[in-house]
């Protein structure tokens, strides 16, 4: 064990720093004398003091400072954040460089992960900070006076002097990454999840593995509604298709169990200490590190002030609930007195108009004022949500999905809804099916590709335009790779870059794919089909997006797909709902529809699905038997190790204990 251990730190010791934090700052004027009290001069001699690498490149128009941390430099930073990292004995204990041998590498075989890394270094650079008398620093014409106490970047950013501080990509694991990911052909759903999550975080590293298995997933539906479409079954047609939906139900609910199982065993793997469904043995140990830590101030604490904190507690809880309903309340409200007598007027609009000119002309005014409202609505979510009372990121970034999706899934289905349910159209219902699945998602890859291709060129454009007005003529000089780089978009969500990045967008499309084919499998199983070969093209074009057109992005710590799954499970039950209803028209050849049989068809149907989800959910352990074995052992080794703890702390500290049963 302990010869494993200095192997690995061999390894570390051997890692070579690599440039991962850019802070863009104004181009000097080269007119101006060289000042010993510049602004950038100091900014990066602070840098330096704190051992950091520095390297100062000089583009057509700002001036980006690359940075790099040895190990040991953010293993000193770590320690001084306390941050809990896995130890060999499966518990999180806080970071210590000294005990170095004892703490987990990641999968990659790096000590800190992405995210911890990205802590360190925000630490490092917004803790650098004036220890003597105020000092005046300077940038070309202006004057900066440095307080003393004050962070140093933190007072440059407020005068505008530093632009941005952004994460760099890794040239060398981005070459990698676009050849055993992006470009990789042979394999159309093989992802190397592990080194995605190195680079990118383990937020996105779960929407790929997500996405891949969806895809696999989705080759089982395909071939069956590729079957349905190219063999006429005369007769049997109308037997056939029951079959195909209650196969579909079983699919959905076995996918999403399994989904569940993978999932654990990546954060398993991600070395995360929580996981969806986690037993109560796990959550009866949330709590045990703080306790092994610190445990006489916890035993002194006992009993202290219990009253007021509970009543704290509870004001806080029932405000924050009602904070919630309310939002939620005026989500709905909106939903219902705006959006929906919109979506109801074009759907009858479509259906009453013959022309297919009017048709289209109707579509694309339609698509235009629906992006008007879907910003709108967006904007009155992400301000609803900033006044909740949270301060969990995740939560307030689950909480705006629901209120969004709400908009959208109005804005998605209502349409297709008039159509099955009051028209009872299918080949209506059909065309707008192939419309959205096949025309629009083929218009949505192209622009999140193209857009962002085009924002970065244009900035380029404008950039060498302006360096060659400046020197009245051609201009031959070097574009540095960094300058580049900031300039590419930054991977953000259409509704809100605050409290989601670029995954809602991606989450959505998903979410929205997914209630299309199922809601209205019935009506359409070749949907399947184009929408398998659609997500083939998805996970290269996203690896394609992240890689070369975006910046890299910041990465979040949740490694589950949040709020997504229960909406991925509400359409479940409602693509029950809809196939149900759209059966009973496929039923009735005539047109002379009978409600009574027509009706019990859909209970008695409903009903059974129903409880083919219920039984199925529970068929499939939700957490592999192996991560429960893992992380049973864990906490035992976590019990043993506190009880040990107090036990020395009790026999040594007879006083603590004696004040303890005091209280008590």
């Known amino acids: 064990m302990k010869g494993h251990a200095l192997e690995e730190q061999t390894v570390f010791e051997e890692e070579q720093p690599v440039f991962e934090i850019g802070v863009v700052v104004p181009k000097r004027d080269e007119k101006q004398e060289i000042d010993n009290e510049n602004c950038v001069d100091v900014l990066a001699a602070e840098f330096r003091k704190m051992g950091l690498i520095v390297e100062r490149v000089v583009g057509l128009q700002n001036e980006i400072l690359k940075l790099a941390a040895p190990l040991a430099i953010l293993g000193k930073a770590a320690a001084e954040l306390q941050l809990k990292k896995r130890t060999y004995i499966g518990v999180d204990l806080q970071f210590e460089w000294d005990e170095i041998d004892a703490f987990k590498r990641q999968p990659d075989g790096s000590l800190f992960s992405w995210h911890e890394r990205l802590l360190c270094y925000h630490h490092m650079l917004y803790g650098t900070v004036n220890v003597d008398n105020s000092i005046m620093l300077k940038f070309d014409n202006k004057e900066v006076y440095w307080e003393m106490g004050e962070s140093v970047l933190r007072k440059l950013e407020l005068e505008g002097i530093v632009k941005e501080v952004f994460p760099l990509h890794d040239d060398v694991m981005r070459k990698q990454l676009l050849k055993i990911w992006a470009l990789n052909w042979w394999d159309f759903t093989k992802q190397p999840i592990d080194e ?24 089982f539906p395909a071939a069956f509604g590729l079957i349905l479409h190219l063999i006429d079954f005369g007769s049997l047609q109308l037997f056939v298709l029951p079959v195909f939906f209650v196969s579909l139900v079983m699919w959905a609910v076995l996918f999403f169990q399994f989904w569940k ?104 005014v339609y698509l235009l004022a629906i992006q008007y409202f879907t910003r709108i609505g967006g904007k009155m979510a992400v301000d609803l949500v900033n006044r909740e009372i949270s301060n969990n990121i995740e939560y307030r970034a689950d909480s705006l999905v629901y209120k969004v999706f709400g908009l959208y899934f109005m804005q998605s289905y209502v349409g297709l809804f008039y159509h099955t349910l009051l028209h009872r159209n299918i080949m209506t219902l059909r065309q707008v099916l192939i419309q959205r699945l096949i025309f629009s998602e083929v218009l949505e890859n192209l622009l999140e590709n193209s857009i962002p291709y085009l924002k970065y060129s244009f900035k380029k454009y404008r950039a060498v335009r302006t360096k060659r007005k400046g020197e009245r003529g051609s201009f031959a000089g070097k574009f540095p790779r960094v300058e580049k780089e900031y300039l590419k978009p930054a991977y953000s969500a259409s509704i809100s870059e605050e409290l989601e990045d670029g995954l809602f967008d991606d989450f959505l499309e998903l979410a929205l794919q997914f209630g299309m084919i199922m809601m209205f499998a019935c009506a359409f199983p070749l949907a399947f089909t184009f929408a398998t070969l659609n997500n083939i093209t998805e996970i290269r074009t996203d690896a394609l997006k992240l890689l070369v057109m975006l910046r890299r992005p910041i990465p979040r710590c949740d490694a589950t797909i949040g709020a997504w799954l229960n909406i991925f499970q509400f359409l479940i039950v409602m693509s029950i709902c809809t196939n149900c209803v759209l059966l009973v028209c496929l039923y009735d050849r005539e047109g002379k529809w009978n409600i009574s049989p027509g009706l019990a068809a859909i209970l008695l149907m409903e009903h059974a699905l129903l409880l083919i989800k219920f039984l199925f959910s529970h068929i499939v352990p939700e957490e592999p038997a192996w991560v429960r074995a893992n992380r049973m052992k864990n906490a035992t080794h976590a019990q043993d190790m506190c009880s040990r703890e107090l036990l020395r702390t009790i026999s040594g500290g007879q006083k603590t204990f004696k004040e303890l049963v005091k209280n008590e």
């Not at 190195?198 to 937020?203: A, D, L, Q």
């Not at 593995?209 to 696999?216: K, S």
């Not at 959550?283 to 009253?307: C, R, V």
């Not at 409200?333 to 048709?359: G, N, R």
């Open 261 to 364: 199982r993978k999932n654990s065993a990546l954060l398993s793997r991600w070395q995360v200490n929580q996981a969806p469904g986690a037993g109560r043995e796990h959550k009866a140990f949330d709590l045990e590190w703080s306790l092994f830590q610190y445990p006489s101030e916890l035993m002194k604490k006992q009993g202290s002030d219990k009253i007021i904190e509970k009543e704290v507690y509870q004001r806080e809880e029932w405000l924050r609930r009602f904070m919630r309903y309310r939002n939620d309340f005026v989500v709905i409200l909106s939903i219902i007195c705006l959006q929906l007598p919109f979506e109801l007027a074009y759907a009858h609009l479509y259906e009453v108009v013959t022309s297919d000119l009017l048709k289209f002309g109707l579509t694309v």
């Open 196 to 219: 995605i999550c190195s680079y990118y975080g383990m937020k996105i590293a779960t929407y790929f593995a997500f996405l891949g298995m969806y895809t696999r997933w989705l080759l």
